[in-house]
C-alpha cells in the first residue's frame, strides 16, 4: 500500500533542487553559519586573518531590510587556510560562540531553510 513515494529519478526534493557540483566548489571559500547578530565585517577578518591565515574576501549576509542574516562566506588566499577552519569544526568559536563553518560544495540540504 502506498507505493509511490516520489519515484526516482523524479527531480530530487522541491527545496532547490540545485546541488553544488564539487568540480565547481571553490576549495578557498567556507559558509559560516550561526554568528552572532552584531557580528562586523572587520571583527570576523580579524578573527579569521589571525586565526587561519590571510582572507581574501569577506561576505556577510544582510535581509532587505539590513539586518545581518547570521552567516558569511569567507574566502581565504590559500586553501590549507580553509582547510585548517575545517579541520577545527568543533572548536571555532567566535565572540564566545560557536559556530558553523562548512564547505560551500557541501550543503546538506534540509537543514535551516526558514
Request: glycine content about 18%; hydrophobic content about 30%.
Amino acid at each position: 500500500k502506498g507505493g509511490s513515494r516520489g519515484g526516482w529519478g523524479s527531480g530530487g526534493d522541491a527545496k532547490g533542487g540545485k546541488g553544488v557540483d564539487p568540480k565547481d566548489a571553490d576549495p578557498t571559500r567556507v559558509f559560516v553559519g550561526k554568528l552572532p547578530r552584531h557580528t562586523t565585517q572587520e571583527a570576523l577578518s580579524a578573527y579569521f586573518s589571525s586565526t587561519f591565515g590571510p582572507v581574501a574576501k569577506l561576505d556577510l549576509k544582510y535581509d532587505p531590510e539590513g539586518g545581518f542574516k547570521g552567516f558569511a562566506f569567507v574566502t581565504f588566499a590559500d586553501p590549507s587556510s580553509a582547510e585548517a577552519v575545517f579541520s577545527n569544526y568543533g572548536n571555532n568559536y567566535f565572540d564566545s560562540k560557536w559556530i558553523d563553518c562548512q564547505r560551500t560544495g557541501a550543503q546538506k540540504g534540509g537543514k535551516g531553510g526558514k
